[in-house]
C-alpha cells in the first residue's frame, strides 16, 4: 500500500505534472482496493491509476468537440509536459539509485575494514 515513502509511478508522475498532493492521494484511497458485492457475489478488484492514465487526464482537454484539435493539443502537451514530466521522474530515480549503489559499496568498505586502512 503506498504511503509517505512507498509511491506508485503513477502517483509521481501525478505530483510531477500537477503538484496537487489531494490528487496524489486519490490515486493512493484506489490503489489495490478490492469491490465485494455481497448481494451480488462479486469480487472487482479496482486498478490503480497507471502512468498512462494520468497522463491521459491532463492531456485529453475534453472541453475541446473537434476531435482533431484534441488530440494535435495532447500531442503537444505530451511533447512539452509529459516527456519532460517523465524524464524529471526518470532522473531523479537515476540519482536515487546511483546514491543507493555508493551507500551500499561504502557500508561495504567500511564493514570489510578497507575504509581504515585507506586512510
Known amino acids: 500500500m503506498p504511503d509517505r515513502q512507498n509511491w506508485t509511478a503513477a ?3 501525478e505530483r510531477v ?4 498532493m489531494q490528487a496524489v492521494l486519490a490515486i493512493a484511497a484506489d490503489h489495490g482496493a478490492v469491490e465485494v458485492d455481497t448481494v451480488a457475489k462479486k469480487v472487482t478488484e ?3 491509476a ?3 492514465d494520468v497522463e491521459r487526464t491532463h492531456a ?3 472541453s475541446i468537440s473537434d476531435q482533431g484539435e484534441k488530440i494535435a493539443r495532447a500531442i503537444v502537451w505530451g511533447d512539452l ?3 519532460p514530466a517523465r524524464r ?3 532522473d531523479a530515480l537515476k540519482t536515487l539509485s546511483s ?6 559499496s561504502m557500508s561495504s568498505r567500511i564493514i570489510s575494514g578497507e575504509a581504515s586502512r585507506a586512510s
Do not use: Q
Open 17 to 20: 505534472l500537477s503538484r496537487d
Open 81 to 83: 509536459k509529459g516527456i
Open 50 to 52: 497507471s502512468m498512462r
Open 88 to 90: 524529471e521522474i526518470y
Open 99 to 104: 546514491s543507493a549503489v555508493l551507500a551500499r
Open 60 to 62: 485529453i482537454d475534453e
Open 46 to 48: 479496482i486498478r490503480p
Open 11 to 13: 502517483m509521481v508522475l
